[in-house]
């Protein structure tokens, strides 16, 4: 094989004709092929941006008709509460119309319709505030006339009040109900009364009055086997009265009849009044009566000040100012708590 021969001034000879012609030609397949490539990614990127414009214009679509369905929605709920308050207008309208018509009967001037609102207004405002003072004071009141309806085999109204049937009754017309409150059985102190009163019904006038008689009031008892005592606290005499009966071999039924019966008496010494019944509950019919309705909602306040309402005794912590929604047991400690070592003794 022949070496390139060098010119005479060392450089070697260009390259024969055929040589340059294949060099052009594979240079243009090259840019074809380029230009494909080219023509390819194009097309590629169209379809791509034809896609995307499409699920753009859809999702505009869905959107537009989305606003449109909220719009019409919309539309019809304003509509349905204008026709609401339309018909309510008229109806308030004929309440005003009937109501001028018996003031103008009356002589009375006509009233205006934002006057007659402001009396519908206020006449429901008291209506919830009477509801309200009843419902607190069916609570309060609840354990005493359940333990009453017992004895007046649940027609306590009638009782008092018939014509029929009256309740028993001094020489002054009055019917006098001794009311007492002991611990139930098996807890300390069970037979103490700390809550002692009189209720005084006068069944002509319909008027009822109370007073309770304080449980350290000093008085002469008899307490022969129980404490060994003639004299003693006002707590004492129903034990006193309870235990000598019960001592002697009388029943449980007659010994609480005996307890009953020595308190009365000294109730009738105190007070000058005949007793003619005798109601005596315990502190778990304050519990029961409570829970029953779900519990009661109490606001505590001190009444010194303090921040705070507690008590050792009771195991009581509450903070002074804020409602509380308590249970019976709740209610029982807060309603006893009186320690001399807590917040409000």
Request: with cysteine; glycine share 8%; net charge positive.
């Amino acid at each position: 094989m022949k070496k390139n021969q060098q010119s005479i001034d060392g450089f070697t000879p260009r390259r024969r004709a055929n040589s340059l012609s294949r060099d052009k030609d594979s240079s243009k397949i090259n840019k074809n092929l380029t230009l494909e490539v080219q023509d390819h990614f194009k097309t590629t990127e169209n379809e791509q941006s034809k896609k995307v414009h499409n699920q753009s214009k859809n999702s505009n679509e869905d959107i537009e008709l989305a606003l449109q369905s909220l719009e019409i929605e919309e539309a019809e709920e304003k509509e349905r509460k204008e026709r609401v308050a339309s018909k309510r207008h008229q109806k308030l309208l004929r309440k005003l119309e009937k109501n001028n018509l018996k003031r103008d009967k009356k002589g009375k001037k006509a009233l205006s319709l934002e006057q007659f609102k402001r009396r519908i207004i206020f006449k429901r405002f008291f209506s919830i505030l009477v509801l309200a003072i009843l419902v607190i004071f069916g609570i309060l009141l609840y354990p005493t006339f359940k333990t009453i309806g017992k004895i007046t085999n649940g027609n306590i109204i009638g009782a008092v009040f018939s014509e029929k049937k009256k309740l028993k009754a001094d020489a002054n017309g009055r019917t006098n109900i001794l009311i007492f409150g002991t611990s139930p059985k098996g807890w300390e102190g069970e037979n103490l009364t700390d809550s002692v009163m009189v209720a005084s019904i006068n069944q002509e006038s319909k008027k009822i009055y109370t007073i309770s008689l304080p449980r350290d009031l000093w008085v002469k008892h008899t307490c022969r086997t129980w404490l060994g005592t003639t004299a003693g606290k006002l707590n004492e005499t129903y034990g006193c009265g309870y235990y000598d009966a019960k001592n002697s071999g009388s029943s449980e039924e007659d010994s609480e009849k005996a307890g009953q019966k020595a308190l009365a008496e000294k109730a009738k010494e105190i007070l000058g009044l005949d007793i003619q019944y005798v109601i005596h509950g315990n502190w778990k019919v304050l519990i029961d009566s409570i829970n029953a309705v779900g519990g009661i909602d109490v606001k505590v306040e001190a009444y010194d000040g303090a921040s705070r309402v507690y008590d050792v005794a009771t195991k009581i912590n509450y903070k002074s100012g804020e409602v509380y929604h308590m249970d019976g047991e709740a209610a029982l400690a807060f309603s006893r708590a009186r320690g001399s070592e807590g917040g409000i003794g």
